[in-house]
């Protein structure tokens, strides 16, 4: 019987041993609230806009944590970003195309990707002091979601309560 239990004690212990480290460096799939919370808390301000992508620059495929050409991440590519910005009622105001910094970036062996030209999506900016507005897709997901009539509601919903959890 003690043999027994010691033998089960060892595999587990040896399942968690393996199994724990990979969980850490998996990413677990973000929500429209989620990333709510963690944008409306960042000391950066950040605004939400629903739309499309226009790809103006090339870019690279990104293939890991760095470029193998260069041996650094990926680099900020200008891309315009055409749609409304979304707010308590959804999408708001008039229609507007401007001009976005997007910087991927990496954790671990893993690196965000470039959106595609006309990717619809609803996403977090940040728009630093000067205006300019920046897009900086995580390796995890979480900073854009699909442009689905429920996630601008979902994200509008986290306006008029003040807080997502």
Known sequence: MCRFFAASAF???STLTFVLPAQALSCL??????????????PELYQIWSGRW????????VTGYVDPMTGTPPYPVI??????????RGMQGPIRRMTVKVEPQC???????????GEAMVGFFERKPSGQR????GACGGASFA???QNIQRLASCFRSGACI
């Open 11 to 13: 595999a587990l212990l």
């Open 29 to 42: 799939p973000p929500t429209p609230e989620d990333s709510f919370a963690r944008y409306h808390a960042a």
């Open 54 to 61: 226009i790809k103006v620059n090339p870019t690279t495929e």
């Open 79 to 88: 891309y315009l970003f055409q749609g409304w910005m979304v707010g308590p």
């Open 107 to 117: 954790a671990g062996p893993w690196c965000a990707s470039y959106p595609e030209n």
């Open 134 to 137: 920046v897009f900086s897709p």
């Open 147 to 149: 442009r689905t009539y």
